[in-house]
């Protein structure tokens, strides 16, 4: 991938949603873009430093810090938007109120990390270990494909679609075949969202919005459910094992429920 390529990519991730996911689909994972490092760990620790003697936030857009080990960093604030971070170490890093915009994050390491309040617009985190990420009050319609999300914290996070942007394609959270043992969602907005053959056991959707989610296939075990909302939230072929709470939750107004196990 040349440099010019590397522009209009940038371009179209930053501009257009619907042209993001086309590029997206073509892009070379085995390419340099996506597989090396422009800059070591020292370098980006500098640059984070500086501009925090300077009372700015770091400006990282489409930088390549594939595969570094930036464990224990502090980049809140900072501006990381098309960032390329995929199989990058961010182990216990801190990114409260950063922008990871359409950045790559395929198979990152980030357990532990805390991201509250920070945007993950269509953030590409397939397969990433995010357990026991905090992704308190985050914007985060991300893709969380196969993800492990044990333990990880949703409170008041919103993986919503993006309904202004309908005709671009909807951009919602996906958390397809994700590992969500003992997550906590209390309180987040998950209307539309993509459950479909994820694993929830133990985890806790207390008062959360799941109005139109897809959660064909999930796997609900001891899933605290109290208050939730599954309006119209389309769960054929999701097995309920053990709900706590179901009592409060509206799950009888889900799609299919008729054909879920239970």
Do not use: C
């Not at 925090?52 to 570094?68: Q, V």
């Not at 394609?169 to 209390?186: C, Q, V, Y």
């Not at 075990?221 to 072929?237: L, R, Y």
Request: charged share 20%.
């Amino acid at each position: 991938m040349n440099k010019l390529t590397n522009v209009v990519l940038a371009a179209l991730l930053l501009s257009s949603p619907a042209a993001a996911q086309n590029v997206m689909q073509g892009v070379d994972m085995t390419s340099a873009a996506m597989t090396e490092a422009t800059m070591t760990r020292g370098e980006v620790e500098a640059l984070l430093t500086k501009a925090r003697t300077e009372g700015r936030t770091a400006d990282l857009t489409g930088a390549r810090l594939n595969g570094l080990d930036l464990s224990g960093l502090d980049f809140s604030g900072a501006t990381l938007r098309a960032a390329r971070l995929n199989k990058t170490m961010l182990v216990g890093a801190k990114l409260d109120g950063a922008i990871l915009d359409q950045a790559w994050m395929h198979s990152a390491n980030l357990a532990g990390a805390s991201l509250k309040g920070a945007n993950l617009f269509q953030t590409q985190l397939i397969r990433a270990d995010l357990s026991d990420t905090d992704f308190s009050g985050a914007r985060a319609p991300a893709n969380f494909t196969r993800a492990n999300l044990t333990g990880a914290v949703f409170r008041n996070a919103d993986l919503s679609a993006d309904m202004k942007n309908q005709s671009m394609g909807l951009m919602r959270g996906d958390l397809t075949k994700a590992i969500l043992t003992r997550a906590d969602f209390e309180g987040a907005n998950l209307a539309r969202v993509v459950f479909d053959f994820a694993v929830l056991e133990q985890s806790r959707l207390v008062k959360a919005n799941l109005m139109g989610a897809s959660l064909s296939g999930a796997r609900f075990t001891q899933t605290d459910i109290t208050g939730a909302n599954f309006n119209e939230a389309d769960v054929a072929g999701a097995r309920f094992n053990s709900l706590l709470g179901e009592d409060s939750a509206n799950l009888s107004k889900a799609k299919n429920l008729d054909r879920a196990i239970r």
